[in-house]
């Protein structure tokens, strides 16, 4: 078994350990680098040294600019949203929009479409001597028109078909 495998040595000259390179060889390797420039002489900062050897002047921070005045005043806007209003068949209490006041809503019975197809039906299953009319005095079966008791503006409708 001369082949060396996975479980032997290799014997020869490559199987020696051998030392790493020195600091200047190391230094000389890595020559392509830049090196710092060398201090200026003489004080640049500013610095002022005490009789220990150290710094008496703080390092300067940067201050920000004083800000510029605006002549122009910020003007805010307000917006109110305002959600849709269900109507149905009772009064609601709401703003109204026109006068701008908080009121309950008054309500007016007109003839819809529910009202005309009853009467038909009615009219249909023969009762023509006057009771296809029903229909037309009884407020359920009737369109509601929501209106303001102050300015007397319409402010919704509810149709029941």
């Not at 209003?85 to 609601?92: E, G, K, N, Q, Y």
């Amino acid at each position: 078994m001369s082949v060396p495998g996975p479980y032997q040595a290799a014997t020869g000259p490559s199987s020696a350990p051998s030392a790493p390179p020195s600091y200047e060889e190391t230094v000389a390797v890595n020559s392509y680098y830049p090196t710092p420039p060398a201090p200026m002489p003489g004080p640049t900062t500013g610095l002022v040294t005490g009789p220990d050897g150290k710094g008496m002047n703080p390092p300067s921070y940067y201050t920000q600019p004083a800000p510029i005045p605006n002549n122009n005043p910020i003007t805010v806007q307000t917006v109110y949203v305002q959600h849709p209003i269900t109507f149905l068949d009772r009064p609601i209490q709401m703003c109204c929009p026109s006068c701008n006041k908080m009121i309950v809503s008054q309500l007016s019975y007109n003839a819809g479409a529910l009202t005309w197809l009853s009467c038909g039906s009615l009219c249909l299953l023969g009762c023509i001597a006057g009771c296809c009319f029903i229909p037309f005095c009884v407020d359920a079966l009737q369109d509601v028109d929501h209106y303001c008791p102050n300015c007397r503006a319409l402010l919704g409708t509810y149709k029941r078909l």
